[in-house]
Nanobody, 126 residues
Framework: QVQLVESGGGLVQAGGSLRLSCAAS????????MGWFRQAPGKERQLVAA????????YYGDSVKGRFTISRDNAKNSVYLQMNSLKPEDTAVYYC???????????????????WGKGPLVTVSS
């Protein structure tokens, strides 16, 4: 079992920045591919960003490329999402995800992801 606890959500104006953090406990953190997904009201959960086991590979959804950065610190069992130049359409619940399979996270197969955090709400006002 892995427990994922996110922090850092909140309300921000368009153009602003937020940093989300996700702390993991349980099994060996470095054995998991980590990702951030988001879900807006009435929409499906979609991949925002993913990072490989040792942080050497990163993947981003088209809508956030150049604005968001995912990183991880295996010594701290944590993954982060730095969000810059936020837009109202970025408003959603953001979920931290963990899975041992790279493909599951990278293709955004939310139905197959092994572990989820509870998800902080990020609201971007115009």
């Amino acid at each position: 079992q892995v427990q994922l606890v996110e922090s850092g959500g909140g309300l921000v104006q368009a153009g602003g920045s937020l940093r989300l953090s996700c702390a993991a406990s349980g099994r060996t953190f470095s054995s998991f591919v980590m990702g951030w997904f988001r879900q807006a009201p009435g929409k499906e959960r979609q991949l925002v960003a993913a990072i490989g086991w040792n942080g050497d590979r990163t993947y981003y959804g088209d809508s956030v490329k150049g604005r968001f950065t995912i990183s991880r610190d295996n010594a701290k069992n944590s993954v982060y999402l730095q969000m810059n130049s936020l837009k109202p359409e970025d408003t959603a619940v953001y979920y931290c995800a963990a899975d041992s399979r790279l493909r599951t996270i990278v293709i955004g197969d939310a139905s197959s992801v092994d572990y989820w955090g509870k998800g902080p709400l990020v609201t971007v006002s115009s």
